[in-house]
């Protein structure tokens, strides 16, 4: 594990660094300023707290002990002597990390599972996701997640969520008079902990703490006001809030600041004024405007472009495990801004993120499987992601998939190839507007593959595209008015529709051009553009097309093009049908 601010936010009280390891004197905000006071308790909470870090151990206990002052905290750093304690006496609540020698998290939370243990499991990791736990806990584990790095606040909430109501009776929390015991009870009666969840009461509690300067409680009044949970919305009052908690260095609240300033809701558009509480946010390593930090950089809002910048912030977001961070710092080495060009690490960051979901990620990775970039080319797993992606909703995804079903890349070949699954996928990209997918489904309609024939419908989309000014488009619809498919046959908008696909630098299109010439407008030809004309495959059916009405006018089909940054990637040929 990287002990280099791997669990930390802002500086640590004095009485915690002394002990730490280097980089760990940034611990989350407010460890001993955000504590809950308890006045009575129901009973002392026993908990058993695993982790293979020192420091991360005693920065928990801190944040524990914060929480419930005379809770009894047995700390192991080796999950071997962590077992024999939980089997000589079951605690209250098991902390625990995933990653360490001896007995690990994943095999620990197997055999609790096999033991049905009674007792509650928090699994605080950098490493593993929520549904690696999830596989490891099965259903009858009374357990919850919370990815490294997180603030104090969450892992109170996680505190409060496992122990208030069971161990320790909500309704002995009275207030003292002072911040922290009137936030905390604000958020016991938010997310119901030991009490009917109850917005209205949480928010009186936060307001009251608000007042008295509590930073975190600023900041879910905010948040009651953002959301109209509790109080009437109002985004106007909510920015008000968020300020006044990160002018006291809340991470959160100087992002959602930043976001303010960005979007312009309820107050006047700055995207300077965003970049500067974006970059207090992420300094202290809150994720969220780490990433947004950086595509303010990567695209020169509110600030100078500088690709170097953006792939900083980029890294440390998806060193943190954001999958949007890892998909964008992919795009950066794929097309080699702000850092060297290097397709495998590409194929590494972009691989991470669409094991996460991420579909863009998705599809990227399916790009690079099909084109062999960064990763040995291979077509049913490029067709594997462009499925995950596709199912997704991700329009280029489904188009990609329908153009695979019609060539056999990737997906059992069989023939005729699965027209009709094409046609599906075609369908529902063109649905969203993909133009490839709504140019091949025209093609679909113009043959009869996987739908029946209809070539007033192929005209249809071939028109929709063609005003967009789509080269091939223009082609195809310029082929149904010289054969009159779907319209009546009219030289004069073929010979238009060629010459606009000509003009947009479409090969065909211009022999097409010349062909329709010779029958528009008698005149002395060059012979480049005889020559041109007469090794045309259409040209004889073009002249007299009555005595050839069974001719095979082959529509084009359009093969996807990736085209990002600098790097253009091209399916190769489609398979020859025979």
Known sequence: MNKTNDFALVPA???????????????????????????????????????????????????????????????????????????????????????????????????????????????????????????????????????????????????????????????????????????????????????????????????????????????????????????????????????????????????LVGDYFRTGEAIPEDLAEA??????????????????????????????????EAAKWYHKAAEHGVAEA????????????????????????????????????????????????????????????????????FAEAQACLGFCYHTGHGVPAKKPWSDSDAVNWYRRAADAGNVLAIHNLAVCYSWGRGVDQNHSEAVRLFGMLAERGNKTALHNLGLAYLYGRGVTRDLTQAHKSFKLAAERGYELGSKEMISTEMLLFPRRFTESELVTARTHERFIPMMSPQQFPNVEYGFVFTEPVIDDGNVVFEFPASPQET
């Not at 308890?38 to 908990?47: H, N």
Request: with cysteine; proline share 3%.
């Open 275 to 308: 970049v500067k509480w974006y970059e207090r946010s992420a300094e202290q390593g809150f994720a969220a405007a780490q990433v947004n930090l950086a595509v303010c950089y990567r695209y020169g809002r509110g600030v100078s472009q500088n690709f170097l």
């Open 326 to 393: 890892q998909s964008c710092l992919g795009d950066l080495y794929r097309n080699g801004e702000g850092v060297r060009q290097d397709m495998v690490e590409a194929v590494k960051w972009c691989r991470n993120a669409a094991e996460q979901g991420h579909v863009a990620a998705q599809y990227n990775l399916a790009v690079h499987y099909t084109c062999g970039a960064g990763v040995t080319q291979n077509y049913a797993t490029g067709a594997q992601w462009y499925r995950a992606a596709a199912e997704n909703g």
């Open 13 to 255: 009280p004095s009485r915690a660094v002394e002990k730490t390891a280097p980089g760990a004197n940034r611990i989350l905000s407010g460890i001993v300023e955000d504590a809950l006071v308890l006045t009575r308790r129901a009973r002392q909470p026993r908990i058993v707290l695993v982790d293979d870090e020192e420091y991360l151990r005693e920065m928990m206990e801190l944040a524990i002990y914060a929480c419930f002052k005379e809770a009894v905290v047995l700390s192991f750093g080796d999950g071997d002597r962590a077992w024999q304690e939980l089997m000589r006496t079951p605690p209250d609540l098991l902390i625990t990390d995933m990653v360490r020698d001896g007995l690990n998290g994943w095999k620990m939370l197997q055999m609790l599972a096999a033991k049905k243990a009674r007792f509650a499991v928090f699994v605080a990791s950098g490493y593993a996701t929520e549904k690696d736990v999830k596989q490891c806990a099965g259903s009858d584990l009374n357990y919850s997640f919370l990815r490294k790095p997180f603030s104090i606040e969450a892992f109170h909430q996680e505190l409060l969520k496992h122990l208030a109501g069971r161990v320790v009776n909500v309704d002995m929390l009275f207030p003292s008079g002072d911040a922290k015991a009137h936030f905390n009870l604000g958020v016991c009666y938010e997310n119901g902990f030991g009490v009917p969840q109850d917005f209205t009461k949480a928010s009186n509690w936060f307001r009251l703490a608000a007042k008295e300067n509590h930073a975190c409680a600023q900041y879910k009044l905010g948040r009651c006001f953002e959301s109209g949970k509790g109080v009437p919305k109002n985004c106007g009052e909510a920015f008000q809030w968020y300020l006044k908690a990160a002018k006291q260095r809340l991470d959160v609240a100087e992002f």
